[in-house]
DNA sequence: AGCATGCTTTACGTTAACGTAAACTTCCCC
DNA sequence: GGGGAAGTTTACGTTAACGTAAAGCATGCT
């Protein structure tokens, strides 16, 4: 069946609250390449994936040629022993970073309840004071 | 005591694996405001700490702009009850932008778990194919 | 027919975060 | 006292990631 569902560029605008200038920019950098009817751009739920891989990597501070290379890692790309050993590679460059994330994050966290903890507690005093 | 270590401009970029003008410009953004001896710059250890926090920042993808709120999170900065909710509102925001981040890491270990995997069978293949 | 909506291309503009170069002082060393 | 190394200011350059027009086609209402 060609039963599959099909988005405008302004629908994944929308639906990723993104501008359209954005999404073919990606399209200009390689990112994504959706069918075309004439001349608009039709895109499959494959091109909504690619999309939602590329704002998930930029909400974790990953340029477009990260996200690239993530979004190639994806797909096998018919490859010889040495491309496969360094996609290996990438791969494990990759965890390390996303384990030194999750570090800065768990710190930052508890920073922030460090932070929250002493504005309550200044609140606190402010009642105190105040009367 | 006035015992405190005190650093140069050249070891901390060496120490952070930055240059030098990296740190001039975190100064011109009132992120760093070191003492001065005549014309030349003097570093605290705190000046150290705050440039610390700026690279976590950078690798969890805040801007500038962003890591200097978090800087002055942790500055009590003498406030009133107006600025103290505000800031609480604003802790509250990073706490969920963090656990944004941490769910979309989780997911992206998954999927390099997966990539991985993907990568290894086709080498078998290679292998078999080959013999 | 006329007009709004939504798509298209082309192209110049903008912001953040530095890089790079030039020209100058200060200090140390032999 | 002449380098060299490390600091300084000033200023223009660069890259990524879009923003912002401008001008034009296609479709669908009224």
Redesign the interface.
Known sequence: MDTQKTYTIGELARDFDVTTRTIRFYEDQGLLSPRRRGQTRIYSPADRTTLKLIL?G?????SLAESRE?IF??R?AR???EQ??A??GK?TE??AQ?E???T??R???G??DD??A???Q??EN?ENDHV
């Open positions: 998930r930029k909400r974790l501070g990953f993530l890692m994806y096998p490859d010889n022993r496969l050993e996609l290996i791969i990759k965890r996303l030194q994330q999750l800065d994050i710190i930052l966290q920073e922030l932070a929250e002493r504005a309550r200044a609140m402010l």
